[in-house]
């Protein structure tokens, strides 16, 4: 993965907590306390620099809102399409994404040999999901047979999800990803019912953990959020029906919840134009609601509240969109908080999230000041600049 050398003077450097003016330098894809010899600078004085965003939940191979034909349609089509939804997310600041349902290995090899431009890349591979859960796409009257495809795979039974798990962290996959309740893509499966049993989840988390890995869980509903944490999840995505008392729970359990409101949002707005079908409409409408006051409750309670966005097919480009939503849920310097500290934190990955010493030489320079004027983090033109591994990103 090339990486570049980078001096960036003046700006108003954010620590984590507060801007403070110095020069940020990097040398050879690393934040440096000192510039590397000749090195290409940056003016960048009355500007505002933050760390490289982290998107915790991304799929690069979502081309569109059909449920079959993103999982059986050409994966040739999938993955070079993916390279554009890609290098679209790193254009808008998004230095790292996390793909929580797709990905693989041949795409990650092809980021670390720079075949394209892209962000920083984890993946779970296909999700886990039970037969007539969340990731089977099929409809109720359809009678085909489905198993797997490039999003998800259906695997019941405890031995069976033991061995999924198994190849999943064999092929590279960061984390493991489970269906937990239903959702709004799926057809046949009511929103706020738990999904896999007790022992079905166990064995994922305790595969995952052995490896060092960890288990993130689609889950919307207070009894599928607590289902999945009380087996060991760590990562709870969506989360948009809890309530108190799930909040607390989720952290008492030092879990994360990954809000994805820019999906709900995108689909209430756009779904229908674009040929959504009517049943993940309505379900849509369900969860829309709800979702900043989950993020709101979450907060109250002390979970570590990172940042998702779950769009599909054309909705992505309504990525910045998600921050604007979960600022005026949670403010702005929250939302900042989730898109670098938390996520990183989330992602385990001590290099990610910041820009101290160190640190990958990930940044987006700003026109304004994002907690004075929020819409700096979501309005693409102030964007002066994006950098990553100290290589300037192309417009």
């Known amino acids: 993965m090339r990486t570049g050398s980078l001096s960036i003077l003046g700006a108003a450097v954010w620590d984590g907590d507060r801007f403070t003016k110095r020069d940020l330098h990097i040398v050879e894809g690393t934040v440096s306390d000192r510039p590397a010899a000749d090195t290409t600078t940056v003016n960048g004085r009355g500007r505002w620099l933050i760390p490289g965003l982290i998107d915790a939940h991304f799929h690069a191979y979502a081309t569109s809102q059909d449920g079959l034909e993103d999982e059986r349609g050409p994966l040739s ?4 399409n993916g390279t554009r939804r890609l290098h679209a997310a790193l254009q808008r600041g998004f230095t790292t994404v996390r793909d929580v349902a797709g990905g693989d290995i041949g795409l990650s090899r092809a980021i670390d040999a720079d075949l394209f431009p892209s962000p920083r890349y984890l993946f779970t591979g296909p999700a886990l999901s039970q037969t007539g859960g969340h990731g089977d796409p099929r409809s109720a009257h359809v009678d085909i047979c489905f198993t797997h495809g490039h999003m998800c795979e259906i695997i019941d039974g405890v031995e069976p999800l033991r061995i999924a798990v198994r190849n999943r962290l064999r092929t ?18 009511p929103i706020r019912v738990p999904q896999y ?13 052995r490896r060092g890995s960890y288990v993130a869980a689609h889950a919307y509903s207070s009894e599928a959020v607590q289902h999945a944490i009380s087996n ?8 948009n029906l809890i309530d108190a008392a799930t909040a607390g729970r989720i952290a008492d359990a ?6 994805t409101l820019a999906a709900y949002d995108a689909m209430d707005r756009r779904g229908a134009a674009i040929g959504l079908n009517a049943t993940s409409l309505a379900k849509n409408a369900e969860v829309l609601s709800q979702g900043r006051e989950a993020v ?34 949670s403010g702005a310097a929250a939302t ?10 989330l992602i385990r990955d001590e290099r990610a999230g910041h820009l101290g010493s160190g640190a990958y030489g990930d940044a987006v320079l700003l026109t304004a ?14 964007r002066a600049l994006v950098v990553r591994g100290g290589i300037a990103v192309a417009p």
């Open 197 to 209: 049993s007790d022992e079905e989840l166990q064995v994922v988390v305790a595969e995952a953990t």
């Open 232 to 239: 060991g999840v760590r990562s709870i995505e969506h989360g």
């Open 296 to 329: 709101r409750l979450a907060l109250a309670a002390g979970v570590r509240v990172g940042f998702g966005t779950d769009l599909m097919g054309e909705l992505e480009d309504d990525q910045l969109c998600g921050v604007r939503l979960q600022v005026e849920a």
């Open 254 to 259: 030092g879990a994360y919840l990954v809000p």
């Open 172 to 189: 590279g996959a960061h984390a493991i990803k489970v269906m937990a309740s239903g959702g709004v893509f799926s057809l046949t499966d």
């Open 369 to 382: 000041d994002p907690i004075a004027e929020p819409a700096a983090l979501w309005e693409q033109d102030a």
């Open 336 to 345: 900042l908080h989730a898109m670098t500290t938390v996520n990183a934190a």
């Open 77 to 80: 089509y999938a993955a070079i």
